[in-house]
């Protein structure tokens, strides 16, 4: 799809030539008859009064509908009219975190409907204009908006109209001042991040393997010089002492790997790195503790983490962000099988702590540890480990918000920030000693699980363990990567969190968030 944007003032409609042009307008304001433009306001426009010509019920009933297509309107180089309720609240400038999110909870809906509908048209072309054009911040916010709205997982439709993609091949966005116009290349690298995010996380268990997540990391390293790649085999983990993580893979016929990333975008390559562990569990049958049936197909999103991990990857460097990030995928496939771990196995980890096996359900935790404690060796300013990791997550944030954990107040306040600044919100949650002792162990250091504890917080509690001096922090995010049951599923959070703490690490390289004698 190819953007573009213009300077024309809204409603000024006559030199926008598309297939379709899309205007955000407040329905109330511009069907009322009584309300007239006032000095510095919006002039209602020219075809108003046509419209209402024709269909002269429009006015009363069309004042709290969210959108409206017309066809064929007078002085109208578009064949299309399709008009978007909004109003005045909605700009993004001068507003409360909230009120900016809601804002973009509501153009993600505005454009989704905006793309099915010019999709459903066969629509080419299309301008968009809203009264917000001079506020960046919202049009960059709208452009983000349609992007992800465009995206189409079609790679196994076999019909050949079902495997097209969206329509709009040219989209343009007015707006009143050059210097307000949205990064268009920055949302585009945004959007391929978020996409190829997507895209292998909605792949099916038997194409995205671990093997597949090596081959991803491999492509992106030889299109970029900044980035370069380095695949750990399986039998190279298990000779490094990386008991747990080998043992998840032990019952699956597809090889273990642990891709590992290393971004130079610092003008200083020695600037301690930032790393990112994304947990790519290819496909969680549970192992022995074998999962009920009804929804282990949504067991092909246990590999979110390390998706979103390989997305923020290849937007850095598209962006070229000056900041130096190392990215892990603790990939492996849980299935069982004579060879599998086994309840009661004790297992010796990488750190050289023990873990008994209660269940091998919570095998998540078992590769993020062990990589934890590999991404020590590079002194990294901090760790950051990404994953679908618990049930109890979904139970106790829902879709609304990843869960956050670590044992810095600092880091833990960042990423909070992070994610309200992008809309894509976490919420940390306290893993105090108090919250440690089900994972006691008669026989071994640690168990792997509690029981009748909570879980998403003994999760955290476990993987602190492993985190040594080392500024961490957890991203339990298995309620709000992919929306169960629907479409295009995958949802690509926490990418935008994550790239919004990257670029204010860019900003302040110098940041340090000292571990807490607390853990938050």
């Given amino acids: 799809m190819k953007i573009e944007t213009y300077h024309i003032p809204f409603f000024n409609a006559d030199s926008c030539s598309a297939d379709c042009l899309v205007a955000f307008v407040d329905f109330a304001w511009l069907f009322d008859a009584t309300s007239q433009s006032q000095a510095g306001e919006i002039p209602k426009p020219s ?47 001068n507003c409360t975190p909230d009120e900016a999110h809601k804002t ?27 009264p917000f054009a001079n506020c960046q911040a919202y049009m960059q916010a709208l452009l983000d908006a349609l992007l992800f709205a465009s995206y189409r997982f079609k790679a196994f439709k076999t019909s050949p109209n079902a495997q097209k993609p969206t329509s709009i091949k040219r989209l343009s966005i007015a707006v009143e001042q050059d210097e307000l116009k949205p990064d268009i290349a920055r949302a585009l690298a945004v959007h391929e991040g978020k996409s190829l995010t997507r895209d292998l996380a909605n792949l099916p268990g038997n194409i995205c393997t671990p093997s597949c997540f090596a081959e991803c990391a491999e492509a992106l390293a030889s299109d970029s010089s900044l980035l370069t790649t380095e695949v750990l085999d399986e039998a190279t983990l298990k000779e490094m002492g990386m008991g747990a993580y080998v043992a998840v893979g032990q019952g699956s016929e597809q090889p273990t790997c642990m891709p590992v990333m290393h971004y130079k975008g610092a003008a200083d390559s020695d600037l301690p790195s930032i790393v990112l562990i994304g947990k790519g569990i290819t496909f969680d049958t549970g192992g022995i ?29 598209a962006l070229r962000l000056p900041v130096n990030v190392t990215g892990i995928i603790a990939t492996a496939e849980n299935m069982p099988d004579g060879k599998a771990f086994r309840p009661g196995d004790i297992l010796t980890t990488l750190s050289g702590q023990t873990v008994e096996i209660i ?17 020590q060796q590079f002194n990294p300013a901090a760790i950051i480990d990404i994953a679908t990791l618990t049930g109890a997550h979904i139970v106790s944030l829902g879709s609304q918000a990843s ?118």
């Fill in 403 to 520: 869960g956050l954990m670590s044992n810095s107040q600092a880091l833990s306040s960042a990423l909070v920030e992070a994610g309200e600044s992008s809309s894509d919100r976490a919420w940390a949650m306290p893993i105090w000693d108090d919250y440690q002792e089900p994972l006691d162990s008669f026989a071994a250091d640690m168990r792997n699980s509690g029981s009748n504890s909570p879980g998403m917080i003994t999760a955290g509690c476990f993987l602190s363990r492993f985190a040594g001096n080392t500024p961490w922090a957890h991203l339990d995010i298995a309620g709000t990567s992919f929306q169960y049951g629907k479409g295009n599923s995958a949802t690509a959070r926490p990418f935008s969190l994550l790239l919004a703490f990257l670029t204010q690490y860019s900003e302040k390289p110098d940041s340090t968030w000292p571990v807490s004698p607390v853990l938050y």
């Fill in 359 to 375: 269940s091998t359900d919570a095998e998540g935790r078992l590769v993020l540890c062990d990589a934890m404690t590999y991404a």
């Fill in 47 to 93: 075809w108003l009064a046509h419209i209402l010509n024709v269909t002269p019920s429009l006015s009363a009933s069309c004042s709290e509908s969210k959108h409206l297509l017309i066809s064929e309107v007078p002085n109208l180089k578009a064949s299309r009219l399709l008009l978007v309720n909004t109003n005045k609240s909605n700009s993004i400038a």
């Fill in 104 to 130: 973009r909870n509501m153009l993600a809906r505005q454009a989704t409907f905006i793309c099915s509908q010019l999709d459903e048209l066969n629509v080419k072309s299309a301008c968009v204009m809203s």
């Fill in 289 to 317: 503790t074998l999962k009920k049936p009804p929804g282990m197909q949504n067991m092909i999103y246990d590999m979110c983490g390390g998706a979103t991990v390989m997305g923020i990857m290849k937007t850095l460097t």
